[in-house]
C-alpha cells in the first residue's frame, strides 16, 4: 500500500493521538510529549522518510514507540516541508 503524503503539523497531530491512546498515556508527563517530524530524504516507496526528534528519554516511552512505528508505516512527509529541529 502505497504512503499518503502528510503536511509535518499532520504527523505531529496524528502520532499524540495514538500517544494519547495508549493505555500508558499519563497526562501532562513530558515522556509523552512529541515534535515535528524531520524529513530525512525524499517521499519513496519503502520505508517512512520523516524521523522526530523527541524531548529527554520520550524515545524510550512504548506509547510514543508504538504510535511513531503506527504513523511511520502509513504516512510519509510531504516533500519540502522540513521541519526545524
Known amino acids: 500500500m502505497p504512503y ?4 509535518a503539523a499532520e504527523i505531529q497531530a496524528e502520532v499524540e493521538r495514538l500517544v494519547r491512546m ?6 501532562d508527563d513530558p515522556l ?3 515534535g515535528l517530524p524531520i524529513a530525512l530524504r525524499p ?4 520505508g517512512a ?4 526528534h ?3 528519554t520520550a ?8 504510535a511513531i512505528t503506527d504513523v511511520g508505516a502509513r504516512w510519509n512527509l510531504r516533500s ?3 521541519a526545524a529541529p
Open 22 to 27: 495508549h493505555p500508558e498515556f499519563v497526562e
Open 4 to 7: 499518503k503524503l502528510k503536511e
Open 80 to 82: 519540502g516541508h522540513h
Open 54 to 56: 523527541l524531548p529527554g
Open 32 to 34: 509523552y510529549a512529541v
Open 59 to 66: 524515545y524510550e516511552t512504548p506509547a510514543v514507540i508504538a
Open 43 to 46: 517521499p519513496i516507496i519503502g
Open 49 to 52: 522518510n520523516w524521523t522526530m
